[in-house]
C-alpha cells in the first residue's frame, strides 16, 4: 500500500509546474508607467526570472515537506501514542502547521493538484470536513477557483437549496 502511495507521488511531482505556470509572464507595460530606462527595465525583467524560479522552488518545497511529514506519520503510527508528535515538535514544528500541511498533502495526492498547497486554512479545513458529502469535482472546482472562499459559500448555498 505505502509503496503505490510513494509511485503516485512521484507522478504527481510533475504537475507542480502547472501551478508554478499561475506566475504570470512578463507582460508589465512600462511605457504605461513612463518607464524608458533599459537599465531599470532590464534589471526588472532579470529579477522576475529569479522570482519566478523561487516560486517553483518554494512550491516543490512546501509539497517535499508536506509529503515528507506525511510519510513520516505513516512510518511512526505503529510506535507508541504521541511518537510522532514528540518527533515533530523536537524539529521545532508547530502542531497545527504540520497537521496542515498534512491534510494539503492528503488533498494534493487525491487531486493531483499542486495548487492545494495555496489554500487557505479554511479552504483546507472545509475540504476535509466535507469531503464525503461534496463530489471530487468541486473539491477541484475550490481548489481551481481564483477565490476558494466564494466557491466555497457557492457549494454551502447549493447545499442548503438541495436540503430544502
Known amino acids: 500500500m505505502a509503496t503505490n502511495v510513494f509511485e503516485k507521488t512521484k507522478n504527481k511531482f510533475n504537475k507542480e509546474e502547472t501551478a508554478v505556470q499561475e506566475i504570470k509572464q512578463n507582460n508589465f507595460d512600462y511605457e504605461e508607467h513612463e518607464i524608458s530606462d533599459t537599465k531599470i527595465i532590464n534589471s526588472l525583467v532579470e529579477k522576475e526570472k529569479t522570482i519566478q524560479k523561487l516560486a517553483k522552488q518554494v512550491l516543490r518545497a ?50 493531483n493538484n499542486p495548487r492545494v498547497m495555496d489554500l487557505s486554512k479554511r479552504a483546507v479545513e472545509f475540504i476535509k470536513k466535507n469531503e464525503d458529502v461534496i463530489e471530487i469535482e468541486e473539491i477541484k472546482e475550490i481548489i481551481n477557483s481564483e477565490n476558494p472562499t466564494e466557491k466555497i ?9 438541495e436540503v430544502e
Open 62 to 111: 512546501s509539497i517535499d515537506m508536506a509529503k515528507n511529514l506525511y510519510e513520516a506519520r505513516e512510518e511512526l503510527a505503529s510506535y507508541k501514542s504521541g511518537t510522532f508528535y514528540a518527533w515533530f515538535e523536537n524539529l521545532g514544528l508547530n502542531k497545527d502547521f504540520v497537521y496542515r500541511a498534512i491534510n494539503k498533502y492528503e488533498l494534493y495526492l487525491k487531486t
Open 153 to 161: 459559500k457557492t457549494i454551502q448555498d447549493k447545499e442548503i437549496t
